[in-house]
């Protein structure tokens, strides 16, 4: 996706180059992306593209370029050893400068528009605290940054909004230095402070051995909450939803479906694990066995809706009659004509304007009741008895415990 441009450094010692990556239509906020110890790699231009689908102009410049200009590593014994001696000889103070000249390099950027943020992995997590310190950015973002403790004097200059975010056992980032950071910014109301329960060291890298997925997934919600709030741009996600929605039920229209998403999206019925990842297997599963798969009757009675940043989760009512196999809710069983209505919950996650992924949930226990091939007696399952106390919450609770009469009475407290 992305260019090269050449930068100016601002001490006249020479100039940089940097990766850009720009949005889907050309114009965004801009970001600074600053880089780990291996370079401008291909993991940092491929989260510039990233970014860049958020709605962004990215820029990760070369900061190794006065030690040796177009540094790129990969993750082999060899190459780290070599990424951590350029990480010794690096000079953080001339690094910063060079960040600065990116910033203005991106705020005359012909495609940008709005605000410019910082964001930084690793060394570039140090970075970015330092950038927010010490530059004009709207805000910034440090993933796990490597000694940030011996900067913290600088804290008190950060004004804008910034997000760390650590590992719960990373040894670069120990917890005595992440302690030290955090109370340098006591009683400020710009920062705040995340750690991930179970992880080390450059767990949002997707090519690392300690890459948590769940870890980094939240960890990039909360990132570009912070940059949708401060820098923009705002999507309506609602009406992308909704009108994703429309073709799916209304239209049937598998193109038109497809084409509110990402170019590589997926879907997860998670009961059935029914869906497709990717494209080609998600427009197949679209076209043959989910939208013209629902019986004619199919509704949905939306009951709540949040929206997030990144996402939104809506809750509703699945309403149809069997009266024809649904391969992704019933693959195999052959219709029942009975009714069902089953609370089903969608998460829906969004990449800039378009649909990324979904997660759909339901209880399958419940529906197998309503169609007559479960047996719910002595099991802790119920039929459309779920849907309809969804809605009405006066109706009885705890039927399915047999307990529940012997705490009648019972003192509580």
């Given at each position: 996706m992305g260019e090269r441009v050449t930068i100016a450094a601002t001490d006249g010692s020479g100039s940089f180059r940097a990766y850009v990556a720009r949005p889907p239509h050309g114009s965004g906020p801009g970001i600074v992306l600053a880089q780990e110890i291996f370079g401008v790699n291909e993991y940092v231009r491929r989260t510039a593209d990233r970014l860049a689908e958020e709605g962004y102009v990215v820029y990760a410049p070369d900061l190794f370029w006065r030690i040796e200009p177009g540094i790129d590593l990969g993750y082999s014994p060899e190459e780290w050893q070599r990424a951590f001696g350029l990480f010794g000889t690096f000079d953080v103070d001339r690094g910063i400068d060079d960040i600065a000249a990116t910033v203005a390099a991106v705020r005359a950027d012909p495609g940008q528009a709005g605000g410019v943020g910082c964001v930084g992995y690793c060394l570039g997590g140090t970075l970015a605290m330092l950038t927010a310190a010490r530059t004009d950015v709207e805000c910034a973002v440090s993933y796990y940054g490597v000694g940030l403790e011996a900067h913290v004097d600088e804290a008190a200059s950060i004004t804008c909004p910034i997000v760390f975010h650590f590992a719960e056992h990373d040894s670069f980032a120990p917890q005595e230095a992440r302690d030290a950071v955090q109370a340098a910014f006591a009683g400020s109301t710009n920062a705040s402070f995340h750690t991930y329960p179970g992880c080390d060291h450059a767990f949002a890298r997707d090519e690392g051995e300690h890459f948590d997925k769940a870890a980094a997934a939240l960890a990039y919600e909360r990132t570009i909450g912070l940059f949708r709030r401060v820098l923009g741009p705002t999507y309506d996600l609602v009406a992308l939803w909704d009108q994703h929605c429309y073709h799916e039920f209304a239209t049937r229209n598998v193109p038109d479906t497809m084409a509110t998403m990402v170019a590589e999206p997926y879907v997860n019925h998670i009961p059935t694990m029914t869906g497709g990842v990717g494209a080609e297997q998600l427009a197949r599963f679209y076209q043959w066995h989910f939208v013209n798969?629902?019986?004619?009757?199919?509704?949905?009675?939306?009951?709540?809706?949040?929206?997030?940043?990144?996402?939104?989760?809506?809750?509703?009512?699945?309403?149809?009659?069997?009266?024809?196999?649904?391969d992704w809710m019933l693959p195999g069983v052959a219709p029942t004509g009975r009714y069902v209505e089953i609370p089903l919950v969608a998460i829906v996650n969004f990449r800039g304007e378009k649909l990324y992924h979904e997660h759909i949930y339901w209880d399958q226990a419940s529906v197998l009741v309503q169609i007559g091939v479960l047996d719910p007696t002595g099991l802790p399952v119920a039929g459309i008895e779920t849907a309809r106390k969804l809605v009405d919450e006066s109706l009885p609770s705890n039927t399915l415990m047999a307990a529940w009469s012997s705490s009648e009475g019972k003192p509580v407290g």
């Open positions: 798969a629902n019986p004619p009757d199919t509704k949905l009675i939306p009951l709540s809706r949040t929206v997030g940043a990144t996402s939104l989760v809506d809750e509703m009512l699945f309403c149809f009659t069997h009266t024809s196999e649904i």
